[in-house]
């Protein structure tokens, strides 16, 4: 698989949701990472879109990633390809996602979006299960399929793909201090 190319690429946050991520384990760090990854495609201008799995009953995005996705997806399907994401993405050919429950809803979106003929690059630092043990296999199945496992600054940098980027100072800061 090529590298990640900021052009080609959205980013997708996939159900960090204020009555799931007191559950989650270290869904602080997951958030902050999270975050840190959509402040990081916001200054290179890739679009960052969100998901919420029924939120009536899950309530909204936590406020960090809310403010930060352009849009977000309303859905009751675990795989979100089902309620309409591919619509959403129009025909960006490249995603890189993150979110929660790793091995539910991440899960279940990646491979429908694999098998929508997307390239995946899922953000493990940035991925929450309730169980050390889910996030693990997840990560593990994911990568048997064909997502690409990745950290947060391994796709900032990817996206940037040169020191002398207009933004690479920007970018740069908000990876010197690393979380956790």
Known sequence: MNAIVASNSVLLLVDYQQRLMPAIHRGEQVVAEATRLADAARALGVRVLGTEQNPAGLGPN???????????????????????????????????????????CLLQTTLGLLRAGRRLWVVS????????????LAMRRLRGVGAVIVSPEMVAF???????????????QMFKARIG
Do not use: N, P, Y
């Not at 990817?158 to 740069?172: A, N, P």
């Open 158 to 172: 990817e996206w940037l793909h040169d020191c002398r980027h207009g933004s690479f100072k920007q970018v740069l």
């Open 62 to 104: 936590v406020e960090a990633i809310r403010q930060r996705c352009e849009s977000t997806l309303a859905k009751m399907h675990f795989d979100a390809c089902e309620d309409g994401l591919l619509d959403a993405l129009g025909d960006v050919s490249d995603v890189v996602i993150a979110g929660c429950e790793a091995h539910v």
């Open 125 to 136: 630092a940035a991925c929450g299960s309730r169980s050390i043990a889910d996030h693990e």
